[in-house]
Nanobody
Framework: QVQLVQSGGGLVQAGGSLTLSCAAS????????MGWFRRAPGKEREFVAG????????YYADSVKGRFTISRNNTKNTVYLQMNSLRLEDTAVYYC?????????????????WGQGTQVTVPS
């Protein structure tokens, strides 16, 4: 059973930065493709960022491109989401997700494992 445990999150002023972490309880983390999604109040969960086996293979939703950075540390079995220049519209519950294999995946149903979610709030 693979578990994804998230940490980070909280309240940050507009323009500020925050880093989310997601640790996987699996020895073969290096063969997992990972992603971050978010669900804003009253909206469906949406893709934010993804990373393949190679830490240099990353991709982003247009809404966060240039502001957010996804990265991974395979020795720590952890994926990160560095969020800069945060905006009011970034307020959401953020989820990490994982799947075996080296796939570029932007849809929820392409991922097998999910973190518990963590709240990020950018107050108005």
């Amino acid at each position: 059973q693979v578990q994804l445990v998230q940490s980070g999150g909280g309240l940050v002023q507009a323009g500020g930065s925050l880093t989310l972490s997601c640790a996987a309880s699996v020895r073969t983390f290096n063969i997992f493709s990972m992603g971050w999604f978010r669900r804003a109040p009253g909206k469906e969960r949406e893709f934010v960022a993804g990373i393949l086996w190679s830490a240099t293979s990353t991709y982003y939703a247009d809404s966060v491109k240039g502001r957010f950075t996804i990265s991974r540390n395979n020795t720590k079995n952890t994926v990160y989401l560095q969020m800069n220049s945060l905006r009011l519209e970034d307020t959401a519950v953020y989820y990490c997700a994982g799947r075996r294999g080296n796939y570029r995946s932007t849809r929820e149903n392409e991922y097998t494992y999910w973190g518990q979610g963590t709240q990020v709030t950018v107050p108005s």
